[in-house]
């Protein structure tokens, strides 16, 4: 593939991964910096599935995982942690865990996309 197209398909991924939401302005400034591997900051909410539920604990990890997501700008991360956030503090455990599959949902498709974006840059 010639330089000039492999530049062109990564300006365009790059700028739909911000129309759709994915990632926001902070994360231009990590697009200078080499991805070294993935995170994985979901791993520490496992302890949720304990019973009974410790909403204070939860609230704790969502905010770590959004402060992680906001500092990547992974924007839909953030904002289902936001989300999480709100139901821990009414105790909704339910609704806990549904933004939890979300903040899942969102960073597996958020990393595929990166990785993409890296690929064609590669």
């Not at 991360?77 to 909704?92: S, W």
Request: aromatic share 12%; proline share 2%.
């Amino acid at each position: 593939m010639e330089l000039f197209q492999m530049q062109k398909r990564y300006i365009e991924y790059n700028a739909s991964m911000f129309r759709e939401g994915y990632f926001d302005d902070q994360f231009k400034q990590l697009q200078q910096l080499q991805y070294g591997g993935s995170p994985g900051f979901v791993a520490e909410v496992v302890s949720m599935d304990e019973e009974p539920k410790d909403f204070k604990k939860m609230d704790g990890y969502a905010h770590k995982i959004k402060g992680s997501s906001a500092g990547v700008g992974a924007q839909r991360v953030r904002d289902a942690c936001i989300a999480f956030r709100g139901f821990c503090d009414e105790q909704n455990a339910e609704e806990c865990m549904r933004c939890l599959v979300q903040a899942k949902q969102e960073y597996a498709i958020g990393k595929d996309k990166l990785h993409h974006l890296l690929m064609v840059i590669s």
